[in-house]
């Protein structure tokens, strides 16, 4: 037994030199390490003891000693946890290589951030709402999204790190020294952006109120027409928004004309409510619901089906037109603007806003009333009425941005500025009545001339000098108004609508025509890109986005 324990004290002494050298050549660099060395060497010595010491004492020594660095290492390890709640890094004095590990308590933490994880969770969130309220090709739900994170990180970084300070636990070199460089770049950076950016702002601007000009000193007065076919999703809004505009405009300024047709839902029903009310606040109106068995479409041509449109239009502004005088208005010739709506989402405000459009040129010149003007029309696709609306070379308009091809046109949009168009209309639209009223036989005589130079591209379709005189198109005779209509040419399905801007062109042979579109006037066919085009995109944040994006 002398022998075994001999050995055993032999051994236990070698360990103990052992130890001693490796302190003296190599000292860890953490605590982690000199527990994992001190485990090791235990373990080696009871395996080369294993097979010498009796078991007796086997037990009461080599597993005495394991048993110890067991619960050394486990009150070292909650040392470590508790150092972990109070230091995100080990200090200074350790191996600085260290603490860039993918174990450090400082990425442990920032992984196991529930604030910064949460704000993630939001900004992904953002990112697909936006993307399934408006499935529009757009980098601004990303752009949304990635800030919505930015700001996360930018904000648990700051926190924490004037926590640490505040706390004083450490010294003020020892918490800096937990961040690299580059995190504090990123955090510098990150924090001047998101200041610009509130300094931007989150809130759309708001409208500004101003009472339509007077045209040659003389009181303005507005002809309101609409036509309505299953338009209940749109209608409740759309007459709260008309009443609003009436009263800005004034009461007794203002005449309101409706033809509904064929309508399958409540739409009947609304506007007999629209007409209640009107009645109950003493504003002339007109308002007709028919019902004719007739359909817009489908029809076998687009001829017909555009014909019926154009009878439809017609009879909603027949109270300044009518040769019949009990249909005509008494005082029809006071009117100086027809104000034409399509079943749209509008604000009011824009519209007080599209009446009050004047162009003015690079010399700041203004060019004075206009023959009609134009809102900017906007659906799922992008610019919607594109087969109406033709810029100033008489090309179509494109549905994305920047609609036009000169660039004129381009930085006038980006400006808000009115542009030239050579036609349009685009769901709301302003025209001076002049042309569209009732004329007595005796009033003016003749026909106006064939119009030059409107064989450009875009007109071609319509007039073309192979055409005496315009035979595409009726003749045009001061004492008639311009009306809706069709083509002559049955292969040229053009709109109506487009058809009025043209005839404008040809009512005025001594003049350029002058239409414009008005792009700070946005409407739509459904509110959600109602509120895409008024809301969203009216955040100085995401028009500072854009302006980056399209600064070309």
């Not at 109270?319 to 027809?338: A, C, F, V």
């Not at 875009?458 to 198109?473: K, Q, T």
Request: charged share 25%; proline share 6%.
């Amino acid at each position: 037994m002398s022998r075994y324990f001999s050995t055993l004290s032999h051994n236990i002494s070698s360990l103990i030199n052992d130890i001693r050298s490796y302190s003296h050549t190599s000292t860890p660099t953490t605590r982690n390490d000199q527990r994992d060395i001190s485990l090791s060497t235990s373990r080696n010595t009871y395996r080369r003891l294993n097979g010498q010491v009796p078991p007796e004492v086997r037990d009461n020594t080599v597993h005495g000693i394991l048993e110890e660095d067991e619960e050394e290492d486990e009150e070292e390890e909650q040392d470590d946890n508790d150092e972990g709640d109070e230091s995100d890094s080990p200090p200074p004095s350790y191996n600085a290589a260290t603490t860039s590990t993918s174990t450090s308590p400082s990425r442990k933490r920032l992984r196991r951030n529930p604030v910064f994880s949460l704000f993630v969770v939001i900004g992904i969130g953002w990112t697909a709402g936006l993307y399934l309220t408006y499935p529009f090709p757009t980098t601004i739900p990303l752009f949304v999204g990635s800030l919505i994170i930015l700001f996360g990180w930018t904000i648990t970084t700051l926190t924490d790190l004037v926590f640490s300070l505040l706390r004083q636990r450490e010294s003020t070199t020892t918490i800096m020294a937990r961040y690299t460089p580059l995190r504090k770049m990123g955090l510098a950076i990150s924090t001047v952006f998101l200041i610009y950016l509130f300094n931007l702002g989150f809130t759309p601007q708001t409208h500004t109120q101003s009472s339509p000009a007077a045209m040659d000193g003389s009181k303005e007065k507005y002809f309101i027409a609409a036509n309505m076919h299953n338009n209940e999703a749109v209608l409740s809004e759309w007459s709260s928004q008309l009443i609003k505009l009436i009263f800005h405009l004034g009461r007794d300024n203002v005449y309101v004309s409706i033809y509904e047709s064929n309508s399958r839902d409540s739409t009947k029903h609304l506007l007999s409510v629209l007409n209640t009310t009107l009645e109950n606040l003493s504003i002339e109106h007109r308002i007709i619901t028919d019902e004719d068995n007739k359909h817009w479409w489908p029809y076998a041509t687009a001829v017909e089906r555009i014909e019926y449109l154009a009878n439809a239009r017609n009879i909603a502004i027949e109270p300044l037109q009518s040769p019949d005088p009990h249909i005509r208005l008494n005082g029809y010739r006071e009117y100086t603007k027809i104000l034409f709506f399509n079943d749209v989402w509008f604000d009011w405000r824009d519209i007080v806003k599209l009446l009050n459009t004047r162009y003015k040129s690079d010399s700041k010149e203004d060019e004075g009333e206009y023959d009609q003007v134009c809102a900017m029309d906007f659906g799922s696709s992008g610019l919607y009425d594109t087969w109406v609306a033709r810029d100033v070379c008489g090309t179509p308009l494109r549905p994305f941005w920047p609609y036009v091809k000169d660039g004129e046109s381009i930085e006038r949009i980006r400006k808000g500025e009115p542009i030239r168009v050579s036609a349009c209309w685009n769901g709301v639209t302003v025209l001076n009545a002049r042309p569209f009223l009732f004329h007595d036989s005796g009033d003016l005589d003749g026909s106006i001339p064939a119009v030059g130079g409107l064989e450009k591209r875009g007109w071609r379709m319509i007039d073309n000098s192979s055409y005496p005189h315009s035979v595409s198109s009726p003749v045009l005779i001061h004492q008639n108004p311009i009306e809706f209509r069709t083509s002559n040419i049955s292969q040229c399905d053009h709109s109506e609508c487009f058809l009025i801007s043209y005839d404008l062109h040809r009512y005025y042979p001594d003049r350029p025509v002058k239409i414009y579109m008005n792009p700070e006037v946005k409407v739509a066919y459904e509110r959600n890109w109602f509120n895409w085009h008024n809301v969203v995109l009216e955040i100085p944040i995401i028009k500072w986005w854009l302006s980056g994006l399209f600064c070309s």
